[in-house]
C-alpha cells in the first residue's frame, strides 16, 4: 500500500506547516523577537548590574581592608606608645625612690652630725667643768707653784679618760 506523495498525510502536514510559517512568520517573527530582545536586554541589564555591584562590593573590601590595616597600625602604635610611657614610668619611680633614698640617707647623715656635735659639745662641757674643779680645788689649798703644775699635768691627762666616759 503505497501511497503517493500527494496523497500523504506527512506531505500535507509539511506543506501547512510552511505556508503557515510563509503567511504568519513574519507577523510572528516580530514580537517573538522583541520578546527575545527584551529578554535579551534584561540579562545584560542584570549582567552590568552584577558587575556593578561586584566592583562595588570589591572596592567596599578594598576600603575594609584598608581600615583594618590603619586600625591595626594605629593599635601597634598605640601598643608601643603604652610600653614607651609604662618604660618612662619606671625609670621615673626609680629616680624618685633613688632621690627619695638619698634624702633619707642625708637626713640620717645630718643627725649623727648634730650627734656628734652634741657629744663634742658635752665633751667640751665636761673638761671645762674639770678644769673649774681643778681650779677651785688649787685655789682652794693654796699650793705652790711646782704642785700646781703636777696637778694640772695630772688633769690634761686625765682628759682623755673622762671624755670617753662622758
Do not use: C, H, Y
Not at 41 to 63: I, S
Not at 86 to 114: F, G, K, N, P, S
Request: without cysteine; proline residues 2%.
Amino acid at each position: 500500500m503505497e501511497t503517493s506523495f500527494w496523497s500523504d498525510s506527512k506531505t500535507w502536514v509539511a506543506i501547512s506547516f510552511f505556508v503557515f510559517f510563509i503567511v504568519f512568520g513574519k507577523k510572528l517573527w516580530k514580537p517573538l523577537a522583541a520578546l527575545l530582545d527584551s529578554r535579551a536586554d534584561l540579562v545584560r541589564a542584570e549582567l552590568e548590574e552584577a558587575a556593578r555591584l561586584r566592583r562595588e562590593a570589591e572596592n567596599m573590601l578594598r576600603d575594609a581592608q584598608l581600615q583594618r590595616d590603619r586600625a591595626v597600625e594605629d593599635a601597634q602604635r598605640l601598643v608601643a606608645g603604652a610600653q614607651a610611657e609604662a618604660e618612662r614610668l619606671a625609670v621615673a619611680a626609680a629616680q624618685d625612690a633613688e632621690t627619695a633614698t638619698r634624702r633619707r640617707e642625708q637626713m640620717a647623715l645630718d643627725r649623727i652630725a648634730a650627734a656628734e656635735k652634741a657629744a663634742v659639745d658635752q665633751v667640751r662641757l665636761t673638761a671645762a667643768d674639770l678644769a673649774t674643779t681643778a681650779a677651785r680645788e688649787v685655789i682652794a689649798e693654796g699650793l705652790s707653784p711646782g704642785a700646781d703644775a703636777t696637778l694640772i699635768d695630772t688633769a690634761i691627762r686625765q682628759l682623755p679618760a673622762a671624755l670617753r666616759a662622758a
